[in-house]
């Protein structure tokens, strides 16, 4: 452990945290707000990443849990007034109920046959999402009567300590014991489970802890932008972004997960000038690191640093 | 040895698959502090009883019962919990993870609430991986360890929760043979340590040193159980034992070593060997279907890269051990698959001459090939091949868990395949009553390399000990 926390890429990681903090009194708002939506689909890739890296569930519809997340906080604050934390509680139970009930097919099935029903629970929740236009505010979105703030700066901060506080979590459990029986568990199951292991039970708690923190992070991120719309939080092309982050950082490593969005989002932006033309680059040389790569940007730095 | 009630005990252990009956009736003991041997060659179900002990497949009927605590049909991690362990032959250790690490796993709590190994179970861990040998390698990853110490892991892993009851599954394949002496000496320590070792394996030769008793199968029933000595000299026993199945390993072992081998125009030869012994590798290299060092010399030319679909459309066919048929196509359509690069005339031609070489398949033409037994299933393999009109037809095991009954069709339709075509045959088999009477000349190939060849008749004087 103490070997850990004098480690180089802890030290690292702690004073680009610390910089990053710092932002807010020197840059200008619009970076501030691009960053910030950057934190949270940070959370989103990291938590995708504990299914996939570790328990080896192919889940292709992340944003089933996160538009959970996000519909869920978002119709508790408009149809029900409720207060904001409480609304944010309401958007993570109901993912986890979700994530839950995810996890029965995946018990059942692997590889590509999960991978099509995670899918199609994102179309199904879009579709309910605009046939109950009246409740949940349809094509156009639910626009949300509350916000965390106004100012740039206290969200850019609540997004940045939200996103630090879930990594550490989530990379916490992956070096757990439950981290190792997850991987264990992902790589040969009958073996895991000739060891002793209901792997059951730890494949619905990865479920479970990932909608958590996708819930969590998709309640946050309405509550920031001030609407719940399904092209913001629910789109298969979100959930795609959501994955080709986890693995453009370097599957399995959690930390790889936030590496990647961040890289993904912010290159988008600059890139905007392009037009058009922006996301179709961001696309190729995020396909060319993964080419390049299969270890995605943490795996490149491993390896230079072994060789 | 044997004293008091056995620790693990089997009765009329059986499992179907569909109509397949893998395993018919076992019974079985195991008393603490014995190693019992259970062999079989490929297909007789030995496999697929360690596994209805293990709970990763359900039985159908019968009972197994660990000190009077029933365990059929419970899940896989209730019964090594309750004292069972297995050593896989094949396993994906943890590849970021070190070797300490990987054992460690064997230890934790089956509790999502706890986080951080505690210092005992390191210590555990650790002493376990060193009566296990890997003292040296312990912080190593295990991509960076020799095939054995892989093996030696798995051992670790598999005794880690202290169970009463070990299952290894053919713990010697792919060792040489020093690296066999202190794996024996390491399942000898188990029995020592007071626990009941159940060893899947081939044949008696290889484990013969160190059982206490040896239960034989075949077509999932036992035929024999006692001493090895008692088991090697029952008849029935001799009559059915093939020799064993095949093995073929890649990645860390090496599967072949320096093959020489010729094949003329219209010869028929026959490659003999153990399980293990590296037909299927050495026919697969022949095919393209995995790289390989050396030449490959076909109709004059060295042959350059080419792809295994290439290699086939220029005449070598080869018929797997696996056979690899479509099954959810019917015959006809499994047939018509092979014909696919001729004219729709020869195709047809073909089909006509092949449906009289195997007159069963006519009758089944509709039929799915996954409904057909083992018998005429390796009968459309064959015809399949045939129906590409290969120059060099490779057949791998033709007679894998096959009844002797349909070794005698099978043999027949090779017979007249000889006899009325001009085609080159190249055969792989443990069967050595099949191989020999068809062949032309035979190779024996023993852990990957040829140690004898010449012709069939001097076959049982020269290299024929070890066969029988």
Redesign the interface.
């Known amino acids: 452990?103490k070997k850990f926390f004098s480690s180089k890429p802890f030290i690292l990681t702690i004073g680009t945290l610390a910089i990053a903090s710092l932002l807010p009194f020197g840059v200008s708002d619009y970076i501030l707000g691009v960053l910030t939506t950057a934190f949270y689909f940070a959370v989103f890739s990291m938590s995708w990443d504990l299914l996939f890296g570790y328990a080896g569930e192919v889940n292709f519809g992340p944003t089933f849990l996160i538009g959970l997340g996000a519909y869920g906080a978002g119709m508790a604050d408009s149809l029900l007034n409720l207060p904001v934390p409480v609304c944010i509680l309401i958007g993570a139970l109901a993912a986890v109920i979700g994530g839950v009930a995810l996890a029965i097919p995946a018990l059942r099935l692997t590889g590509p046959y999960l991978g099509l029903i995670t899918l199609v629970a994102v179309l199904l929740l879009q579709q309910v999402i605009v046939i109950f236009a009246g409740v949940t505010g349809g094509e156009i979105g639910l626009s949300m009567p509350d916000v965390l703030s106004v100012n740039s700066a206290p969200n850019y901060e609540y997004a940045l300590a939200f996103m630090t506080v879930s990594g550490a979590i989530l990379f916490?459990i992956s070096r757990?014991?439950?981290g190792?029986?997850l991987?264990?568990a992902g790589?040969?199951p009958?073996?895991a489970?000739?060891?002793?292991?209901?792997?059951t039970?730890?494949k619905i708690?990865a479920f479970a802890i990932s909608a958590l923190f996708s819930g969590l992070s998709g309640a946050l991120l309405v509550f920031y932008l001030g609407t719940a719309s399904v092209n913001a939080v629910v789109d298969i092309a979100i959930g795609v972004r959501v994955i080709i982050a986890a693995v453009l950082g370097g599957r399995?490593t959690i930390i790889g997960g936030a590496i990647g969005a961040i890289f993904l989002i912010v290159a988008g932006e600059i890139l905007r000038p392009l037009g058009q033309l922006s996301t179709l680059v961001v696309a190729i040389m995020a396909l060319i690191v993964i080419m390049v790569s299969p270890d995605g940007l943490l795996g490149m730095l491993r390896a230079r640093r072994t060789t | 040895m044997n004293n008091g009630a056995p620790c693990l005990e089997v009765t009329g252990l059986t499992k179907r698959f569909g109509g397949l009956v893998a395993v018919k009736g076992i019974d079985m003991n195991l008393h603490r502090g014995e190693i019992l041997g259970l062999i079989g060659p490929n297909g007789s179900g030995k496999s697929t009883v360690m596994k209805l002990i293990m709970g990763i497949e359900r039985p159908n009927e019968g009972s197994i019962r660990l000190n009077d605590l029933e365990l059929a049909g419970k899940p896989t991690h209730q019964i090594a919990r309750a004292g069972i362990g297995i050593v896989f032959q094949h396993s994906r250790p943890l590849h970021r993870q070190t070797v300490l690490e990987n054992i460690l796993l064997g230890l934790l709590p089956d509790r999502l609430t706890s986080l951080i190994p505690d210092q005992t179970a390191i210590d555990q861990a650790r002493s376990i991986g060193e009566r296990c040998g890997l003292g040296d390698v312990l912080n190593r990853l295990p991509a960076s360890l020799p095939f054995a110490d892989l093996r030696r892991m798995e051992m670790a892993k598999a005794i880690a929760r202290d169970p009463q009851v070990v299952l290894v599954d053919e713990p010697f394949a792919g060792l040489t043979s020093s690296e066999v002496k202190t794996f024996a000496a390491l399942i000898e320590t188990f029995r020592d340590e007071g626990r009941a070792v159940l060893l899947v394996d081939h044949n008696v030769k290889s484990v013969a040193a160190m059982v206490d008793r040896v239960l034989a199968m075949y077509l999932g029933e036992k035929i024999a159980e006692g001493s090895a000595a008692d088991v090697i000299a029952d008849p029935t026993v001799r009559r059915v034992y093939l020799g064993g199945g095949l093995e073929v390993f890649y990645g860390k072992a090496q599967a072949l070593e320096n093959i020489d081998l010729i094949v003329h125009e219209r010869e028929f030869v026959s490659i003999v060997g153990l399980n293990g012994a590296g037909k299927t590798t050495l026919f697969n290299a022949i095919s393209g279907l995995i790289p390989a060092r050396g030449s490959i010399t076909w109709q004059g030319d060295v042959r350059g890269k080419q792809t295994p679909a290439a290699i086939a459309r220029a005449g070598i066919v080869q018929c797997p051990e696996t056979r690899e048929l479509f099954g959810d196509m019917s015959v006809r359509e499994n047939l018509d698959l092979g014909g696919q690069h001729q004219s729709k005339a020869d195709s047809a031609e073909r089909l006509e001459w092949l449906l009289n070489l195997f007159p069963i398949l006519k009758s089944r033409a509709g039929q799915a090939a996954r409904t057909l037994s083992g018998g005429e299933q390796q009968m459309l393999a064959i015809a399949r091949a045939l129906m590409m009109r290969p120059k060099l037809l490779i057949l791998d095991e033709p007679t894998l868990g096959l009844a002797p009954v349909i070794l005698g069709q099978l043999s027949d339709a090779l017979t007249i395949l000889r006899d009325t075509t001009d085609i080159t045959v190249l055969l792989g088999e443990q069967n050595v009553t099949f191989a020999l009477p068809h062949a032309d000349r035979v190779y024996v190939l023993e852990h990957g390399r040829i140690i004898w060849q010449g012709p069939p008749d001097r076959f049982a004087d020269e290299a024929g000990a070890a066969y029988l």
């Open positions: 452990m916490a757990s014991n439950f190792l029986i991987q264990a790589q040969d009958i073996a489970r000739a060891l002793g292991f209901n792997i039970k730890h708690a399995r």
